[in-house]
C-alpha cells in the first residue's frame, strides 16, 4: 500500500505531460512555435515529418534576389510564353 499512492502519482504527472504536450502541437499546428516545443519529440518519433518541417523552414527564410539594374519588370505571375 505504501507504493501505490506514488506509482499513483508518477502515472497522472507522466499523463498529464504527454497529454499537455499532445493538445499544444495540435493547438500550434498552423502557427511557429509548435515545432520549437515538439520539434525535439518529432524528431525521435517520426523523423519524416521533422526532415518535412525543416524543408518549410528553409523554403520560408529563402528571399527573392534583388533585380539588377535593365532586368525586364515581372507585372504578374503569369508564365511566360
Avoid: N
Avoid at 31 to 60: K, L, N, Y
Avoid at 71 to 77: E, F, H, K, W
Amino acid at each position: 500500500m505504501d507504493y501505490l499512492v506514488p506509482a499513483i502519482i508518477v502515472v497522472v504527472v507522466f499523463g498529464g505531460i504527454m497529454g499537455g504536450l499532445a493538445w499544444l502541437t495540435t493547438r500550434d499546428r498552423g502557427r511557429r512555435a509548435g515545432g520549437s516545443v515538439a520539434g525535439p519529440f518529432e524528431e525521435i518519433w517520426h523523423p519524416a515529418a521533422h526532415r518535412a518541417r525543416i524543408e518549410v523552414q528553409v523554403q520560408d527564410e529563402r528571399t527573392m534576389d534583388a533585380p539588377s539594374p535593365g532586368d525586364p519588370l515581372i507585372l504578374s505571375d503569369e508564365p511566360r510564353p
